[in-house]
């Protein structure tokens, strides 16, 4: 390869690597308006056919399953929760 071809090779890689970089621009530009809050809620209402949950979709509680048994005795702290406590207390010394 020659000193010319190498040369043409590096300014079209040059341009495609500029073309990428302004089309990457140009998305990150327009990035705000494509996910403004409005907008995805108007597209949604358009698009999908959403309904309004109603109160006999809802299940009770009384209705779910068994509480798992204690994994620590009456009395003592959860062990998740104690630790956290301790992380805290130790934070604010």
């Known amino acids: 390869m020659d000193a010319s071809t ?3 090779k590096g ?4 341009a495609e690597f500029r ?3 302004d089309a990457i621009a140009s998305l990150r530009s327009r990035w705000p308006k ?3 809050a409005l907008r995805l809620q108007g597209l949604a209402e358009r ?4 309904k309004a949950v109603n ?3 809802c299940h009770p509680l009384k209705n779910g399953p ?7 005795g009456p009395g003592k702290p959860e062990p998740i929760g104690a630790q956290a406590h301790q992380s805290r207390e ?3 010394t």
């Not at 068994?66 to 620590?72: A, I, L, N, S």
Request: glycine share 4%.
């Open 55 to 57: 109160r006999a979709q």
């Open 11 to 14: 300014l079209r890689l040059h």
């Open 90 to 92: 130790r934070g604010a």
């Open 66 to 72: 068994e509480r798992p048994p204690r994994k620590f």
């Open 47 to 50: 698009h999908l056919s959403l």
């Open 34 to 36: 494509l996910d403004a």
């Open 6 to 8: 190498r040369a043409e």
């Open 19 to 21: 073309e990428q970089r």
